[in-house]
């Protein structure tokens, strides 16, 4: 599952390729893929042009001059694959980045009027493109849930703790990965978050001080702004949109590195499982 890093640099290069582009047709092979009336498509999709490329927590957001938006979810193996006098991929890297498209892998086809394509495709097959009114987004029963982005400028420290009273008994670690807390916070940043923040990912809540708080709140913008510079997570499967792989594990501190010695202190790594995921602490830096 890529991570808000990931997301927010695919919607970064999708930004460059397709934003004032009009879809001319699209064709799809299964509606699991494409859950969409052949109405809807013909009335606000087809002739749409695109007017942004827009992210909440690990969703896409297409929005179109129709006053209609597609929802892109790429879940584990979904890319994106823009195909014009360049070619540009986005996503889980596979065959489908050099093959010639559609492929076997393809799901959705969308070409606009210029000729140029963009491609779904997912091995899978758990990912969707789901065209919603604009202004019905936000009540996607998704949208209505998931908690604040972490990185936006008005969300602070003192908003970030609050996130977390009522999960006071809850483990901080599984706090963290709870996107109704806070979004897009997945297994790498929340290791490397509390790592920076010297906080034990067994620690409950409740046991988190005001100024332990503060200090994650700024680690967890520290790590998601360097991941989002450095093109997202290595050993995550994802590109960004000129198809480069993402070089933010050059940076970790402890995600992976389990029995090679801290960057702070030099103690041993260590790999243990918290909320149901495997999780690297420094046993020194971070006391349980």
């Given amino acids: ?11 970064r290069g999708l930004l460059r390729l397709i934003v004032g582009k ?8 299964t509606s699991k893929s494409f859950p969409n009336t052949g109405a809807d498509v013909q009335e606000f999709l087809i002739g749409g042009r695109i007017i942004d490329v827009r992210r909440r927590a690990k969703v896409l957001l297409v929005d179109l001059d129709s006053n209609y938006t597609l929802v892109i979810h790429l879940k584990m193996t979904g890319q994106l694959v823009f195909v014009g006098s360049e070619r540009w991929g986005a996503g889980h890297p596979s065959d489908s980045f050099v093959n010639d498209l559609p492929d076997k892998s393809t799901r959705v086809e969308f070409t606009f ?5 963009l491609f779904f495709n997912d091995q899978r097959k758990f990912g969707w493109v789901k065209l919603y009114p604009t202004i019905e ?3 996607i029963d998704f ?7 972490p990185l936006e400028d008005d969300f602070t420290a003192e908003a ?3 996130r977390f009273a009522r999960r006071a008994r809850t483990n901080i670690k599984a706090a963290l990965l709870d996107q109704t807390v806070v979004a897009g916070v997945g297994n790498i940043y929340a290791d490397e978050a509390l790592w920076g923040a010297k906080i034990h990912p067994r620690r409950l809540v409740n046991t988190i001080t005001d100024q332990e708080f503060e200090k994650l709140y700024h680690a967890v913008r520290e790590v998601m702004n360097l991941s989002i510079e450095k093109g997202g997570s290595s050993n995550h499967t994802y590109r960004d949109a000129e198809g480069n792989k993402g070089s933010y594990m050059q940076f970790a501190n402890v995600f992976r590195r389990e029995g090679k010695p801290c960057n702070r202190c030099g103690t041993t790594i260590e790999k243990l499982r918290v909320a149901g995921r495997g999780t690297h602490i420094c046993p020194h830096c971070q006391v349980e």
Avoid at 3 to 8: G, S
Avoid at 143 to 149: I, L
């Fill in 1 to 11: 599952m890529p991570e808000l890093p990931e997301v927010e640099t695919v919607k």
């Fill in 22 to 29: 009009q879809i001319a047709e699209v064709t799809h092979d």
């Fill in 113 to 117: 009027d210029d000729k140029t394509k």
């Fill in 137 to 139: 987004v936000p009540n």
């Fill in 143 to 149: 949208m209505k849930r998931v908690g604040p982005e």
């Fill in 160 to 162: 970030f703790r609050e």
